[in-house]
């Protein structure tokens, strides 16, 4: 079964910059998709960005698109998420997760890789971004 273990998280100003890894042990299936996702205090998760472990899809949320880039690594079983432009209002627990299905015939292209529908998850990694 994978294991899910996220690291790079910490403390920054705003408009500093973060890049968070997921390593993942045991096998990925190259057919699925990984996730990152994001839950302040208070706040309901967010799905942050996802992309698909074989080929060239990735979806952003509104709220970090064009400050946030999500990578793989497919040989290290690693997938980032580089931030930069960091708000106050980024500050969260980031969780990364695998094992969702790929829709390749979705008719809604933001839902080719599912927004929550994920059956591994990370423990987590904390971002704090100070004004």
């Known amino acids: 079964q994978v294991q899910l273990v996220e690291s790079g998280g910490g403390s920054v100003q705003a408009g500093g910059s973060l890049r968070l890894s997921c390593v993942a042990s045991?096998?990925?299936?190259?057919?699925?998709?990984m996730g990152w996702f994001r839950q302040g205090p208070g706040k309901e998760r967010e799905a942050v960005a996802r992309i698909y472990i074989g080929g060239d899809y990735t979806y952003y949320a509104d709220s970090v698109k064009g400050r946030f880039t999500i990578s793989r690594d497919n040989a290290k079983k690693t997938v980032y998420l580089q931030m930069k432009s960091l708000k106050p209002e980024d500050t969260a627990m980031y969780y990364c997760?695998?094992?969702?299905?790929?829709?390749?015939?979705?008719?809604?292209?933001?839902?080719?890789?599912?927004?929550?529908?994920?059956?591994?998850w990370g423990q987590g990694t904390q971002v704090t971004v100070s004004s």
């Open positions: 045991g096998d990925i299936d190259n057919t699925s998709c």
């Open positions: 997760a695998a094992d969702g299905v790929f829709n390749y015939y979705s008719f809604d292209y933001d839902q080719r890789c599912p927004e929550y529908e994920y059956n591994t």
